[in-house]
């Protein structure tokens, strides 16, 4: 391939690049930082760079929003004219989980600062292991 | 040959199984001891009623639970199965009668946990015996392993954990390292465990492939204490002496012997051995055990360990039988099972009431004991006779089939194996004896005054030892019942 | 009522654990009722559907009513009628083994805890049942959201063991969401019998290989396959003992099952085994990780920690038996997603009585266990020999398929590993037995060993735990039937 269809790739499909940059983003944040705040944040960049791929996967160029006016059948309606609603909806579920998710984090998150004092992962493995 | 359907196999498995009395009364010693004898008469005489019909050249199944889509777990009682659960049911009742004496002559503690585990153990012993397909062997077979655990461990001190680490060491590493892929690839390669008269792997594999398995068989069947995985058998002499007369001398070591005479016999047949000469090999294998073993027992001065080296070079006597593949060989092998079953258990009797009645040990510290303890040391010496094999004990019948089938066999190498190994068993026998009451009266350990052990400890080892005289006058019901086994699995049917 | 099995076994305990949460304030003496007799509800329900689709056949019912692909499907097969059967039962026998623990543990926040239990159940019942993809995904999450929440209940480093669970389970619910949504992309549904149909026709597409191998890696983080498995010892290890008892038999095993539906459902069975070369790099994780697992196992200190590494290397069992690709090994992987759920919980349930009555589970407190609670010890000695594989026990059973299956395939290393991490979990039982049996040692030669006060626990704990040890018995003697009658049903007749 030539650099010109390199970059006609990652233009054509910049969709699909801006969710794989934020989920190894959020990957990166859940791995190497060491307080846990930033890593429930990275987590939550790996949950919202999933959202955004299903989002992204459902518009269409020039569809209109999926409301269909009253006097129209169903039948009558061109799927190539709406954007898909599907993932939209799936995605609503999605969020959901996440911010269910990151509630229960968080409080666990309050409960180990009450325990340990601090939230940095090392200082709670040195106070572990002279326990 | 005619087959029956009864569930008298399985009654004879659940009468040992009495374990619900025996702790329900663990607070009252004779009721407790009570419901064990109970048990094994009631054992003894379900096997024993088997017996004519099996005489008769029938077999008795029962198939208890399809437990695998084409494997049952499936009872058999041919007569091979019958010698050995006849032999194993009998000694069972003498060795209540010796355990009663003995537990409560040395004041053991937990003695319901003992009696509780001892009817399990005979319970799964009958189990192999009637076992009608390698998987229902195996199941037994373990349930024993386990089951025996606690007895040899029972002092509950570090030695016992020494040595019953060594026990499950080798007997599960054999079982389920050896025994277990073995039997899976014989499945494999067959897709049935049935036990049949002429094997069922002829034609299914290549020599290689069938040497291999040959091997793990006999090795894995650690219990057979064929060398080198016998040295789990003189650590397990920890266990009270009942534990070591019954289950060491017969129970779970004949176990051993005769899973591998099974496998032999039923699962590779004597004709696939015979023309792949795989009988040399295993026969190769018992001779060295039997050589070295009873040199190992020259040097012992403990009584039960040289007693336990005697009982792995017995073993494999019955390993080599079933490998020299002759009919008078088979014969013999399958006899020896009962003849050194009998002897054997005198010898741990008398050292049993050697140790309730004087605290001793070991050979060097038995001088003159013949004049404290004549009738104990009276049934050692025939019990030693018949484990050497001499006349008049059962022990010449079988060794003399031995003999007769190393000659039919034509391997002169083997039968010269039997006759130096009984020289080296009287070599270790007869000093005891001999020590015992020929010594000057200077050498003399013991004051010259009668004094035996407890009275259940003394008539056990005197029945046993009567026993072993009898079966040389009258070996009918085990000589018949093994030539009728070696007619069976010669296929004379 | 009983054509609505598929949705009230879900549904109830979904709504019984609202309801509980609200009775916490109004009635709490009725929340403990009220969750045993829901989750008896639900064991009757799957009981119910086994029994149907046994005599009957495999059925689907329409949430709502609407007709896949634009509704849910919740298809009940042989498959997942076993496995939801057996999920029940280990639900309800849980709750009565540990309520009392339960009690003790969590004083006044008890009732939460049921609620919990409930919604944990519910999540799992419907990953079990559910015949739609995404759906699969949000059950799963409140599978997972509430066993963190209960997990983080527990005591001193709970919350921290939790939180890296959710870290972990997160990845790894992520990984299967994004796993869908490639498949959503080129196939533009959702529904499993849907997908099925679709995907045969694309086969050379390498988002659909892409979609597999992302979804698969994000089970494996589920189930704790080595080397994905670093969030589940301390999950289990810190979590009080009622929860642990709960997530170790379910949450592992159900993400096998969810393994074994994708790729034989959900994929066509020549695409999972035959188009794409993953079968034999599985297979290999699987025996990488039953060795890993089970040497980590002889270097833990305490007995619930150890068992989790088992429990680690059970996993590597399942997916190495499934991955095997024949009848026999597949046979043997679904057997064990029963019979390992049985056995762990059989193991975890006397942890869970020998900790709560000796206030210690380190392999010291256990000293003199035999005598002080023998009961406790007897059950743990059966979960022990069927992790070891004795028969009749039914870990025997598996192993026995397992281990032909790999014979049958030509995996020697398969076999190799079945049969050391036998003897492995000979040794690591046997060490522990040893110590209850043994210590503290009797003085001398012939000497009683020392009295030690009599410290068994209540009956009511100890006869759930004792029918659970028997069941083991019972669902050895059972294997054959299982696999006549359900198991061969439930693998398509593709697979040889």
């Given at each position: 391939m030539t650099a010109a269809g390199y970059i006609n790739l990652i233009i054509a499909k910049y969709n699909y690049w801006i969710y794989i940059v934020l989920m190894c983003v959020g990957l990166w944040g859940m791995i190497v930082k060491r307080n846990l705040v930033k890593k429930i944040i990275g987590m939550n960049i790996l949950q919202t760079a999933i959202i955004l791929f299903y989002v992204s996967i459902a518009t269409k160029k020039g569809a209109a929003l999926p409301i269909l006016a009253h006097h129209i059948g169903a039948h009558r309606t061109d799927p190539a004219t709406i954007i898909n609603p599907l993932p939209h909806v799936l995605m609503l579920t999605a969020i959901v989980v996440s911010v269910a998710t990151l509630g229960v984090a968080l409080a666990l998150t309050i409960n180990i600062y009450k325990r340990y004092g601090t939230l940095e992962e090392d200082e709670i493995h040195d106070l572990m292991r002279n326990a | 040959m005619n087959t029956l359907i009864t569930v008298k196999p399985l009654l004879a498995i659940l009468a040992a199984l009495c374990l619900p009395p025996i702790l329900a009364s663990s607070r009252s010693p004779n009721a407790r001891e009570a419901w064990t004898f109970g048990a094994a008469l009631t054992m003894f005489g379900v096997i024993a009623s088997m017996l004519p019909a099996v005489w008769g050249g029938a077999r008795l199944e029962y198939t208890l639970v399809q437990v695998l889509p084409t494997v049952s777990i499936a009872f058999r009682v041919d007569a091979l199965g019958l010698l050995f659960a006849l032999v194993s049911s009998s000694l069972w009742i003498v060795t209540s009668l010796y355990s009663v004496g003995y537990m409560r002559g040395l004041k053991e503690h937990a003695q319901t946990r003992f009696f509780s585990f001892f009817a399990f153990s005979l319970a799964a012993t009958v189990g192999v015996a009637f076992s009608a397909n390698l998987l229902t062997l195996y199941l037994f077979y373990e349930m024993l392993s386990f089951a025996t655990y606690p007895l040899v461990t029972h002092h509950q001190d570090r030695e016992a954990r020494a040595s019953g680490r060594k026990y499950l060491l080798y007997i599960l590493g054999g079982s389920i390292g050896l025994v277990l892929p073995a039997m899976l690839i014989v499945y494999h390669l067959t897709g049935t465990l049935e036990f049949s008269a002429g094997g069922i792997l002829a034609g299914k594999a290549g020599a290689a492939q069938l040497t291999a398995l040959l091997v793990m068989f006999v090795f894995g069947f650690a219990k057979a204490a064929v060398m080198p995985f016998h040295s789990w058998l003189p650590a397990a002499m920890v266990a009270p002496t009942p534990v070591s007369a019954l289950l060491h001398a017969v129970a779970v070591v004949k176990v051993g012997v005769f899973s591998v005479v099974r496998v032999v016999t039923g699962i590779f047949g004597t004709g696939l051995l015979t023309e792949l000469n795989l009988g040399t090999l295993v026969a190769t294998i018992a001779s060295v055990t039997i050589v070295a073993a009873s040199l190992i027992a020259l040097s012992q001065?403990?009584?039960?360990?040289?007693?336990?080296?005697?009982?792995?070079?017995?073993?494999?006597?019955?390993?080599?039988?079933?490998?020299?593949?002759?009919?008078?060989?088979?014969?013999?092998?399958?006899?020896?099972?009962?003849?050194?079953?009998?002897?054997?258990?005198?010898?741990?009797?008398?050292?049993?009431?050697?140790?309730?009645?004087?605290?001793?040990?070991?050979?060097?510290?038995?001088?003159?004991?013949?004049?404290?303890?004549?009738?104990?040391?009276?049934?050692?010496?025939?019990?030693?006779?018949?484990?050497?094999?001499?006349?008049?004990?059962?022990?010449?019948?079988?060794?003399?089939?031995?003999?007769?089938?190393?000659?039919?066999?034509?391997?002169?190498?083997?039968?010269?194996?039997?006759?130096?190994?009984?020289?080296?068993?009287?070599?270790?026998?007869?000093?005891?004896?001999?020590?015992?009451?020929?010594?000057?009266?200077?050498?003399?350990?013991?004051?010259?005054?009668?004094?035996?052990?407890?009275?259940?400890?003394?008539?056990?080892?005197?029945?046993?030892?009567?026993?072993?005289?009898?079966?040389?006058?009258?070996?009918?019901?085990?000589?018949?019942?093994?030539?009728?086994?070696?007619?069976?699995?010669?296929?004379?049917? | 009522m009983s054509a609505h099995f598929p949705a009230l076994i879900v549904v109830s305990p979904l709504m019984a654990a609202m309801v509980v949460a609200i009775l916490a304030w109004v009635r709490p003496g009725a929340c403990l009722p009220l969750a045993v007799v829901t989750l008896a509800g639900s064991l009757w329900a799957a009981a119910g559907m086994l029994w149907r689709v046994v005599v009957s056949g495999p059925f689907a019912y329409h949430l709502g009513n609407w007709p896949p692909p634009i509704g849910i499907a919740y298809q009940i097969d042989h498959l997942n009628a076993l496995v939801l059967t057996a999920m029940a039962a280990v639900a309800l026998v849980n709750l009565l083994a540990t309520w009392r623990h339960a009690r003790r543990d969590f004083a006044e926040r008890v009732n939460y805890f049921y609620a919990l239990y409930l919604l944990f159940c519910a999540g799992t019942y419907g990953i079990i049942v559910t015949g739609d993809a995404f759906n699969l995904f949000v059950l799963l999450e409140i599978t997972s959201i509430s066993g963190y929440a209960l997990v983080g209940m527990g005591k001193r480093d709970a919350a921290l063991a939790s939180l890296n669970y959710i870290f972990m389970g997160t990845i790894g619910a992520s990984f299967y969401l994004l796993g869908v949504g490639y498949l959503y992309l080129v196939t533009g549904t959702l529904n499993m019998a849907d997908l099925a149909m679709i995907l045969p026709r694309l086969y050379g597409n390498k988002v659909v290989t892409a979609a597999f191998i992302i979804a698969m890696t994000g089970l494996f983080m589920k189930m704790a396959l080595f080397p994905l498995h670093g969030w589940l010892p301390n999950a289990y290890s810190e979590s009080s003992s009622p929860v642990r008892s709960l997530i170790a038999p379910l949450t592992t095993k159900t993400m096998v099952y969810v393994m074994v539906r994708v790729a034989l459902y959900v994929f066509p069975v020549d695409f999972s085994f035959g188009h794409l070369a993953f079968a034999q790099p599985a297979v290999w994780l699987a025996?990488?990780?039953?060795?890993?697992?089970?040497?980590?196992a002889l270097s833990q200190t305490s007995l619930k920690r150890m068992l989790a590494y088992v429990l680690i290397a059970e996993v590597g069992y399942m997916v190495g038996g499934f991955w095997l690709g024949n009848r026999m090994g597949m046979t043997g992987a679904i057997l064990h997603i029963v019979n390992d759920a049985a056995m762990t919980l059989c193991a975890f349930l006397a942890v869970g009585s020998l900790r709560q009555q000796l206030a210690d589970d380190s392999f010291k407190a256990l000293r003199g266990a035999f005598r002080r609670m023998p009961w406790t010890m007897a059950v743990l000695v059966v979960a022990g020999l069927s992790m070891i594989g004795v028969p009749p026990t039914?870990?025997?059973?598996?192993?026995?398929?397992?281990?032909?299956?790999?014979?049958?395939?030509?995996?020697?290393?398969?076999?190799?590993?079945?049969?050391?991490?036998?003897?492995?979990?000979?040794?690591?039982?046997?060490?522990?037995?040893?110590?209850?049996?043994?210590?503290?040692?009797?003085?001398?030669?012939?000497?009683?060993?020392?009295?030690l006060a009599y410290a068994e626990a209540p009956a009511t704990v100890i006869a759930p735990?004792?029918?659970?040890?028997?069941?083991?018995?019972?669902?050895?003697?059972?294997?054959?039937?299982?696999?006549?009658?359900?198991?061969?049903?439930?693998?398509?007749?593709?697979?040889?």
């Open positions: - | 001065d403990g009584l039960k360990r040289r007693l336990a080296f005697s009982t792995i070079g017995q073993l494999s006597y019955i390993v080599l039988g079933a490998a020299l593949l002759s009919p008078s060989a088979l014969t013999g092998a399958m006899l020896h099972i009962a003849m050194h079953a009998f002897g054997k258990i005198t010898l741990f009797f008398c050292a049993g009431a050697i140790f309730v009645a004087t605290g001793k040990k070991f050979i060097s510290e038995m001088k003159g004991i013949g004049w404290r303890m004549p009738l104990t040391m009276s049934a050692f010496f025939i019990g030693a006779l018949s484990v050497i094999g001499l006349p008049p004990c059962g022990g010449f019948i079988s060794k003399w089939h031995l003999v007769i089938g190393a000659l039919e066999a034509d391997r002169i190498v083997f039968l010269w194996v039997i006759l130096v190994s009984s020289i080296l068993n009287a070599a270790y026998f007869l000093p005891i004896v001999y020590q015992a009451f020929f010594c000057s009266p200077e050498e003399a350990l013991f004051e010259r005054r009668v004094q035996e052990a407890p009275r259940w400890c003394v008539v056990p080892p005197l029945v046993t030892a009567a026993a072993s005289v009898a079966l040389f006058f009258y070996p009918q019901p085990f000589l018949q019942l093994a030539r009728l086994a070696t007619r069976h699995v010669l296929g004379g049917f | 025996v990488t990780s039953i060795v890993a697992a089970s040497l980590m039914c870990g025997f059973f598996s192993k026995w398929y397992l281990i032909g299956g790999a014979l049958a395939a030509g995996q020697w290393a398969f076999v190799g590993a079945l049969i050391f991490s036998s003897l492995i979990n000979a040794v690591l039982f046997f060490r522990i037995f040893e110590i209850g049996f043994f210590e503290p040692f009797a003085a001398s030669d012939h000497g009683h060993p020392p009295d735990m004792l029918v659970t040890a028997a069941g083991l018995v019972v669902l050895g003697l059972l294997t054959g039937r299982i696999v006549t009658r359900i198991i061969d049903a439930a693998i398509p007749a593709a697979i040889l």
